[in-house]
């Protein structure tokens, strides 16, 4: 027992209810510091930063396909088109989803919805972070917190058939 426990316990016997001294469980103030300290998961902690190049191609495959990063840190994609095809026929986007979605079914779904990215409105809660379409030469980073839970994210480019045609990859959180 630390010493801060004694006040209340000799406050406590003072008041003759000995069965709380040293009883985790009670409500007395300021004696719950024995217990191990509270994780607050709700809220993540960028601990350090990843940062991780990626590039798109008019061959419709993105650079990198396999990325591993640590649950918790801070993720920085620097995404770049570097094909030189007109926006229109090849753009590129990407878009990190959330564990256990399909990339193309995801992408599919987006097909019409060329105004809001190729993401279909009513998926977006599949979405962790996405860029928008960049046409050839335009870049853009994406930041965003991996999540805390380990697995595999799965990341697509949504712009129409290029998931079916293996425009997507895995980041896997450890
Ligand atoms: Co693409």
Redesign the pocket.
């Known amino acids: 027992m630390k010493t801060h426990h004694i006040v209340p316990c000799l406050l406590l016997a003072a008041a003759a209810f000995f069965t709380a001294c040293g009883n985790e469980t009670s409500t007395t103030p300021a004696t719950s510091s024995d217990e191990a300290p509270a994780v607050d998961l709700s809220t993540p902690k960028a601990d350090a930063s990843q940062t991780i190049e990626i590039t ?1 191609n008019d061959q ?1 495959k993105f650079s990198n396909t396999e990325i591993t990063v640590t649950a918790g840190d801070e993720v920085v994609i620097e995404f770049k088109n570097v094909g030189t095809m007109p926006k229109a026929a ?4 990407l878009v990190v989803l959330v564990q256990g979605t399909d990339a193309v079914a995801f992408a599919n779904k987006g097909v019409s919805h060329a105004d809001s990215d190729y993401i279909a409105p009513d998926a977006k809660n599949a979405v962790i972070a996405a860029t928008k379409i960049l046409g050839p030469g335009e870049s853009e980073t994406l930041t965003f917190v991996a999540p805390s839970e380990p697995g595999e994210y799965p990341f697509v ?3 129409p058939a ?1 998931a079916a045609a293996g ?1 997507r990859g895995i980041i896997t959180v450890k």
């Open positions: 798109g419709m090849m753009g590129h986007n480019c949504t712009f290029h425009m």
